[in-house]
């Protein structure tokens, strides 16, 4: 997959099979509401298929937060700690968290995998 980053840069993402599948699952529904949507459009589409911005992903994610019954202080930037945390738990591998997660750094990478 591939995600365009705040620098207009295009980068790749790295993914699991099972992530892989949830979102074709994802881009099938999506494209029950919007035929038009290939594979290539956003994940997260405001009116007419564009980006959506970010602040409104974020109130959305907030919304399905608070409907689980999470805490308010849980955010998108949260459940990126929380993939962190999974995927070293799972591996321990803090080379495949800085990839997963795209840092620079593997010390900042090191950061995610406390919880």
């Known amino acids: 997959m591939r995600t365009l980053k705040r620098i207009k840069k295009v980068e790749d993402v790295v993914m699991t099979n099972k ?5 074709r699952d994802y881009l099938q529904g ?3 509401f919007r035929p038009n949507t290939t594979d ?8 007419g298929g ?3 911005p ?9 919304k399905i937060l608070k409907s689980a019954g999470l805490p308010d202080y849980y955010s998108v930037h949260s459940l990126r700690h929380t993939h962190g945390f999974h995927v070293y738990n799972e591996n321990k591998n803090l ?10 750094s593997i010390q900042t990478a090191g950061i995610y995998i406390q919880m």
């Not at 459009?41 to 009116?47: E, K, N, S, V």
């Open 95 to 104: 080379k495949l968290v800085q990839v997963r997660l795209r840092h620079a």
């Open 50 to 52: 564009k980006k959506s």
């Open 19 to 23: 992530e892989l599948v949830d979102v």
């Open 54 to 62: 970010l602040i409104t992903i974020e109130k959305a994610v907030k």
């Open 40 to 47: 290539d459009d956003y994940l997260f589409q405001g009116r």
């Open 30 to 32: 999506l494209k029950l």
